[in-house]
T-cell receptor, first 119, second 112 residues
Framework: GAVVSQHPSRVICKSGTSVKIECRSL??????MFWYRQFPKQSLMLMAT?????????EQGVEKDKFLINHASLTLSTLTVTSAHPEDSSFYIC???????????????FGPGTRLTVL | AQTVTQSQPEMSVQEAETVTLSCTYD???????LFWYKQPPSRQMILVIR??????QNATENRFSVNFQKAAKSFSLKISDSQLGDTAMYFC?????????FGTGTRLQVFP
């Protein structure tokens, strides 16, 4: 299957600083990328959907000015947590979706996740 | 609104035995896809099995099979010959309109 990477895998930062997380599709072009957040022992919650070259679509309740998403190329999307606070500490997972072609379904391939800890 | 419900927070099974994880969902769409994902301690999401709603035949992948009851909106996962490596969180998910909606998950423990 297709490979999606995330960097960094783990980051610790001080409160008030900004943190950037990268999501890359390594062997396919991702027309759409998704960002999820997962709290301990909870499910994945979709934060936003980004399409290459256009603005991200945020889910209800997600602050777009706090979680900046950029999808500048078909292989890279970034999530920047601005002015991070301890409540932003979580596990962030991206997924990437290529062109479905003739298929009626477009599979999402998941990255390994990034653990963010804000002190 | 689309929802996915997993009513079993935790399950356990002895190695080599069979276990069934439950999932119900709600959607007004007629064409959709259902999935079971596995999330081991590494936290990497792994696709276990997929079911297209328009297919009546239940999907199978080696030791993993589903019981898809469209009218009842039920989608259970059966794991046969359980292995220690099956220990993980299992998430049921519904896909349509380009979004994945996840259930709350079932933590499966396989013990020797």
């Amino acid at each position: 299957g297709a490979v999606v990477s995330q960097h960094p895998s783990r980051v610790i930062c001080k409160s008030g600083t900004s943190v950037k997380i990268e999501c890359r599709s390594l062997d396919f072009q991702a027309t759409t990328m998704f960002w999820y957040r997962q709290f301990p022992k909870q499910s994945l919650m979709l934060m936003a959907t980004s399409n290459e070259g256009s603005k991200a679509t945020y889910e209800q309740g997600v602050e777009k000015d706090k979680f900046l998403i950029n999808h500048a190329s078909l292989t890279l999307s970034t999530l920047t947590v601005t002015s991070a606070h301890p409540e932003d500490s979580s596990f962030y997972i991206c997924s990437a979706q290529g062109d479905s072609g003739l298929s009626s379904y477009n599979e999402q391939f998941f990255g390994p996740g990034t653990r963010l800890t804000v002190l | 609104a689309q929802t996915v419900t997993q009513s079993q927070p935790e399950m356990s099974v002895q190695e080599a035995e069979t276990v069934t994880l439950s999932c119900t969902y709600d959607t007004s769409e007629n064409n959709y896809y259902l999935f079971w994902y596995k999330q081991p301690p590494s936290r990497q999401m792994i696709l276990v099995i997929r079911q297209e709603a328009y297919k009546q035949q239940n999907a199978t992948e080696n030791r993993f099979s589903v019981n898809f009851q469209k009218a009842a909106k039920s989608f259970s996962l059966k794991i046969s010959d359980s292995q220690l490596g099956d220990t993980a969180m299992y998430f049921c998910a519904l896909h349509n309109t380009d979004k994945l909606i996840f259930g709350t998950g079932t933590r499966l423990q396989v013990f020797p």
